[in-house]
């Protein structure tokens, strides 16, 4: 029997895995560094170490920027420098000390250690001074954004540097929403302006360093945008929803990228969840997209549910279809 990193593998360069992969069950997740985001209590708010004011109200599934004229960060993106200061990244070495004990106990023939970074560039800018106000600052001021990208850039390039000194992953899982559930927030053409060189130093970084796996996480469309993906050294997208018409990528790209997602959280992860409804959509899930290039897993981005016992059961459905399938 595979171990779950090699069945991974397997699955990744369309070779003979042994069952399907459930979900996150190769990403060892560290989530105890001294630099994971901060984010708010349910019905709280925090500032976050950029000024970001966050808030998650009673009854949402995830926090949000405050975007009025009190809270935005950049208050005009053309003197984005008065308003946006990175934080620090010096932190004693025993504040490492918890996040290089659980990589350490972690076995990386089985698992790849993972680090974990959110917001990514995209949400970071939009965190900063509104999503309104980016996507017009993206035609109306392009020198200023592309500025702002590049500190971005740098600031992460710092971040990852931490990480792969203080706990050499193998894995990084990078979160960077670039849609709605129909299409891309901005085109392929301006993606490739704004984003593509940003993600290129960022993942290439990564890759130099000893990292082998890109996994990057967006819970949207964003099946235009897969070409700038493979140019920018994604190994798998994670979040794939079925309005990205995910067989017929598997089809013409599965060589290049792996997928993983295609269900949909939204129809499993509520309140009024039931064990036949998780069945309904992991089969479906299974069955249109085949063991190759293909990862079932729910779009969230993170090996968690938001009512309990819906991730669960859906690995136990998942190894359902292995049984049928493999």
């Known amino acids: 029997m595979l171990?779950?990193?090699?069945?991974?593998?397997?699955?990744?360069k369309g070779g003979k895995p042994d069952r399907f992969v459930k979900q996150y069950e190769?990403?060892?997740?560290?989530?105890?560094?001294?630099?994971t985001r901060l984010k708010?209590?349910?019905?709280?708010?925090?500032?976050?170490?950029?000024?970001?004011?966050?808030?998650?109200?009673?009854g949402q599934l995830g926090s949000f920027p405050v975007h009025d004229k009190e809270h935005i960060v950049i208050k005009d993106i053309t003197k984005w420098r008065d308003y946006v200061k990175a934080p620090e990244l010096e932190y004693p070495e025993e504040a490492w000390a918890m996040a290089i004990a659980d990589a350490q106990a972690v076995d990386?023939?089985?698992?790849?250690?993972?680090?974990?970074?959110?917001?990514g560039i995209f949400e970071h800018v939009h965190y900063l001074m509104s999503m309104e106000e980016a996507l017009m600052a993206y035609y109306e001021e392009p020198e200023a954004m592309h500025e702002l990208i590049d500190?971005?850039?740098?600031?992460?390039?710092?971040?990852?540097?931490?990480?792969?000194?203080?706990?050499?992953?193998?894995?990084?899982?990078?979160?960077?929403?670039?849609?709605?559930?129909?299409?891309?927030?901005?085109?392929?053409?301006?993606?490739?302006?704004f984003f593509v060189p940003a993600y290129k130093k960022i993942y290439g970084y990564y890759k130099d360093n000893?990292?082998?796996?890109?996994?990057?996480?967006?819970?949207?469309?964003?099946?235009?945008?897969v070409p700038a993906m493979i140019e920018m050294g994604i190994d798998i997208w994670q979040g794939v929803m079925n309005t990205n018409k995910i067989p017929e990528l598997i089809?013409?790209?599965?060589?290049?990228?792996?997928?993983?997602?295609?269900?949909?959280?939204?129809?499993?992860?509520?309140?009024?969840?039931?064990?036949?409804i998780v069945a309904k959509y992991v089969e479906e899930?299974?069955?249109?997209?085949?063991?190759?290039?293909?990862?079932?897993?729910?779009?969230?981005?993170?090996?968690i549910d938001s009512f309990p016992g819906v991730y669960e059961t859906i690995n136990k459905e998942i190894e359902k279809m292995t049984k049928e399938m493999f």
């Open 210 to 225: 000893g990292v082998e796996l890109i996994v990057h996480h967006s819970d949207s469309y964003a099946a235009n945008l």
């Open 108 to 119: 990386r023939n089985d698992q790849y250690v993972t680090v974990f970074v959110a917001p």
């Open 151 to 193: 500190y971005l850039v740098e600031f992460e390039l710092k971040l990852a540097k931490e990480f792969i000194d203080h706990l050499h992953p193998d894995a990084v899982f990078h979160h960077d929403d670039w849609g709605s559930q129909i299409n891309s927030f901005i085109s392929p053409a301006m993606f490739e302006e």
């Open 26 to 35: 190769a990403l060892a997740l560290m989530m105890k560094t001294p630099i």
């Open 251 to 276: 089809k013409e790209y599965g060589d290049k990228i792996t997928f993983m997602g295609g269900i949909h959280s939204g129809l499993v992860d509520f309140p009024g969840w039931t064990p036949e």
């Open 40 to 58: 708010p209590p349910v019905g709280g708010s925090i500032v976050n170490e950029w000024g970001v004011t966050l808030s998650w109200p009673e």
């Open 285 to 303: 899930t299974c069955r249109e997209n085949g063991k190759l290039f293909f990862i079932p897993c729910q779009t969230s981005g993170l090996p």
């Open 3 to 12: 171990t779950k990193r090699q069945n991974l593998v397997e699955v990744m």
